[in-house]
């Protein structure tokens, strides 16, 4: 089945440790997103890719770094420059139109 | 940037009644989709809906796009509608959804 995985679902980060979160998708669609959500709020954007090798930063993209080398694949990095990393991180995809997000079970990230 | 208002922020309703959800949105928009959070954080695209009205079961919607808002539409709940609704929108289609704070909506047998 056709669908958008992210791992983990769970993860605990030290305070000075860099973490990745991934996302694949087989749906071969162009653009894929992260999303950043804190309890009781909506969904803010990280970064964004319309297609390979190229992303754009979203409105809360310091901290955060990602890469695009393959369609299928949009993995985020949260580093240690993120003061407040503690949250619920969902990743999308879409055709290149935008109709019609998919979304990830999300990955809940901790700081210990 | 564009700003996204939805309204109640809460709801409670009892098993079998009908609501009104609803989005306003700041700017013009051709893009807006209408998504369920269920209790365990999935999201599930329910309509694509930049203009007119549809239908899916007990959903429907309306987006009136001339005057910048959108309405969803549930009928007969089900305590499996019970979760966050959010109303997202974009200028474009190459530009990334912005989303409202949603509507957290509890039904109750």
């Known amino acids: 089945d056709g669908g958008i995985t992210q791992s983990p679902k769970y993860l605990f980060r030290k305070e000075g440790q860099n973490v990745t979160l991934s996302c694949e998708q087989n749906?071969?669609?162009?653009?894929m997103y992260w999303y950043r959500q804190d309890p009781g709020q909506g969904l803010r954007l990280i970064y964004y890719s319309q297609i390979v090798n190229d992303f754009q930063k979203g409105d809360i993209a310091e901290g955060y770094s990602v890469s695009r080398e393959k369609k299928e694949s949009f993995p985020l990095t949260v580093t240690s420059a993120q003061k407040n990393p503690t949250a619920f991180y969902l990743c999308?995809?879409?055709?290149?139109?935008?109709?019609?997000?998919?979304f990830g079970s999300g990955t809940r990230l901790t700081v210990v | 940037g564009i700003q996204v208002e939805q309204s109640p922020p809460d709801l409670i309703l009892q098993e079998g009644a009908n609501s009104t959800l609803r989005c306003n949105f700041s700017d013009s928009v051709n893009n807006l989709q209408w998504f369920h959070q269920n209790p365990w954080g999935q999201l599930i695209n329910l309509f694509y809906i930049p203009s007119g009205t549809k239908q899916n079961g007990r959903l429907s919607a309306t987006t009136v796009a001339t005057e910048r808002y959108s309405l969803l539409y549930i009928s007969s709940s089900q305590t499996t509608d019970s979760g966050v609704y959010f109303c997202?929108?974009?200028?474009?289609?190459?530009?990334?959804?912005?989303f409202g704070k949603g509507t957290r909506l509890s039904v109750i047998a």
């Open positions: 997202a929108v974009a200028f474009s289609g190459n530009t990334p959804l912005v």
């Open positions: 749906l071969n669609h162009d653009a």
């Open positions: 999308a995809s879409s055709i290149a139109r935008g109709n019609g997000y998919t």
